[in-house]
């Protein structure tokens, strides 16, 4: 059914709300009547698979943030959980989830390593205060995925880089490595790796949109402070921020997945 969190549109709304350290206002959903068809099928596709997890862990009583922490002991506010991370050695993809901000239950931070990049990027040649990752070290952070207790994906969003202590890439080049982010193994959990592969393609869009605006927001913030290594500055922690509802997106992509959340959307 739609909404299966039995939540209010007052209480998702509020659930949604940015998180803190966001300095720019929250980003609204692209238009998504101008992609291909080929890129609409292959989302379409990425919401069947988002929408089967969701089945297979219901029928056990769980949701995605119940499974990632399943069997990791005491949560712990700043922890990583799976401890070590969760790597994919064939295509470099690395994730993790943990909790610090008001606004949501926690958040996952999804990264691509050095060896699964395309070989002709490199960092961007900036000075830094802080060393970044270098070499076969190097990772990209490609986007954060906010969550809420219910276990289902509340917001997107693009940290500063000492967030998450990444190498810094040009929104261009992130974006080239999106593609490439796939856990196709079962550890800590076959389900969870399917739905974040999925969340990819399902809000490849959504990604974009939000690395574009990251790139502007760092712009803006270093003309401001030319003499300041801005990507350091803790006071300025989430670039760029968009509120979604995946049953919602799902809806608009196709309504016979989900009418009533189509009916629901337009009124």
């Not at 720019?24 to 291909?36: E, G, K, Q, T, V």
């Not at 693009?158 to 856990?183: E, H, K």
């Not at 974040?196 to 939000?210: C, D, G, K, N, Q």
Request: glycine share 6%.
């Amino acid at each position: 059914m739609c909404g299966v969190t039995g939540r209010g549109p007052d209480e998702a709304h509020a659930a949604a709300a940015p998180p803190d350290g966001a300095w720019s206002a929250p980003m609204a959903a692209p238009d998504l009547a101008s992609l291909p068809p080929a890129q609409l099928g292959a989302m379409r596709a990425a919401a069947r698979e988002i929408l089967e997890c969701r089945r297979v862990l219901s029928k056990g009583g769980l949701d995605i943030v119940a499974e990632v922490l399943r069997g990791q002991g005491t949560f712990y506010e700043n922890n990583h959980y799976p401890a070590n991370d969760v790597y994919d050695p064939e295509t470099h993809a690395q994730y993790y989830y943990h909790a610090h901000r008001a606004g949501e239950h926690g958040h996952f931070h999804t990264f691509m390593r050095r060896a699964g990049m395309p070989p002709a990027i490199t960092r961007l040649d900036w000075p830094h205060a802080e060393p970044w990752p270098e070499g076969d070290a190097a990772l990209a952070h490609l986007i954060g995925i906010s969550m809420d207790a219910y276990g289902e994906a509340i917001g997107l969003f693009a940290p500063n880089r000492w967030v998450a202590g990444d190498t810094w890439y040009a929104a261009r080049d992130t974006i080239a490595m999106l593609d490439g982010f796939r856990v196709d193994h079962a550890y800590p959990s076959w389900p969870v790796n399917r739905w974040l592969s999925a969340m990819f393609v399902l809000y490849r869009p959504h990604i974009e949109a939000l690395l574009v605006e990251r790139d502007r927001a760092i712009a803006a913030w270093r003309a401001r402070l030319p003499h300041e290594d801005v990507l350091e500055r803790r006071d300025i922690e989430t670039l760029s921020y968009m509120p979604i509802s995946v049953d919602e997106t799902i809806a608009v992509l196709d309504p016979t997945l989900f009418p009533e959340c189509r009916l629901r959307s337009e009124l």
